[in-house]
């Protein structure tokens, strides 16, 4: 078991621009979740799945975002036409849902996105 | 709706003195509660948890935590703090899915 992680670790993308990450949960980890944060705050939530099923999207910031979780695996958050505004850390965490209260999420590293 | 206040931004303490960092909740029922631990570059690393139950929560790294319902807090305490307890700390509320941080403060430890 090696964590959560993300790719790419640091973007540095200009404005306009689409880009997309990566997160790969633990592996029997079966709902995953997309956090922003931003300079001097805490985690913002943003969207989660359960399997492939995305419960929980409105959240997200605009209609310029949007995630995916094809096979319930690993799962990508997409920003298109980025903006200044967007430039955050991004975050992912998974847990594994159970039937009593299993809220413990553990978090990858991020994926710092700069925009210019 | 449910919110988490830390009302300390900055709080600095020097080696081996001990640190309490305040967190007040607000939420209709017995939430479940979080504290967090960021070092620069990192991922969230769960310190403890306090989903019902004993009132005092034991984490890792020395660190407990006191759930006061009356008072709508859950405060973060070690006795002897190290220089490597330098970080951002977050305190978390969180039911079902949706978990909220609070804005998180920052420990400086001195020699």
């Known amino acids: 078991d090696t964590g959560v992680s993300q790719d790419p670790r640091h973007k540095i993308t200009k404005r306009g621009q689409n880009v997309t990450f990566r997160c790969d949960p633990i592996s029997e980890h079966n709902r995953l979740y997309w956090y922003r944060q931003t300079l001097g705050q805490g985690p913002e939530f943003l969207t989660y799945?359960?399997?492939?099923?995305?419960?929980?999207k409105s959240r997200l910031l605009s209609d310029r975002f949007s995630a995916e979780r094809p096979k319930g695996s690993f799962s990508t958050l997409e920003i298109q036409r980025t903006e200044q505004g967007d430039s955050a850390m991004y975050l992912c965490?998974?847990?594994?849902?159970?039937?009593?209260?299993?809220?413990?999420?553990?978090f990858g590293p991020g994926t710092r996105l700069t925009v210019t | 709706a449910q919110s988490v206040t830390q009302p300390d931004i900055h709080i600095t303490v020097s080696e081996g003195a001990s640190l309490e960092l305040r967190c007040n909740y607000s939420?209709?029922?017995?939430?479940?509660l979080f504290w967090y631990v960021q070092s620069p570059g990192q991922g969230l690393q769960l310190l403890l948890k306090?989903?019902?139950?004993?009132?005092l929560v034991q984490g890792i790294k020395g660190f407990e935590a006191e759930f006061k319902r009356s008072q709508s807090s859950f405060n973060l305490r070690k006795p002897s703090v190290h220089w490597s307890d330098a970080a951002e700390y977050f305190c978390?509320?969180?039911?079902?899915?949706?978990?909220?941080f609070g804005a998180g403060t920052r420990l400086t430890v001195k020699p």
């Open positions: 978390a509320v969180g039911v079902t899915h949706d978990m909220r």
């Open positions: 799945f359960q399997n492939e099923a995305q419960l929980e």
């Open positions: 965490a998974s847990s594994l849902a159970a039937a009593g209260p299993s809220y413990e999420q553990y």
């Open positions: 306090y989903f019902s139950g004993d009132t």
């Open positions: 939420y209709g029922a017995t939430p479940y």
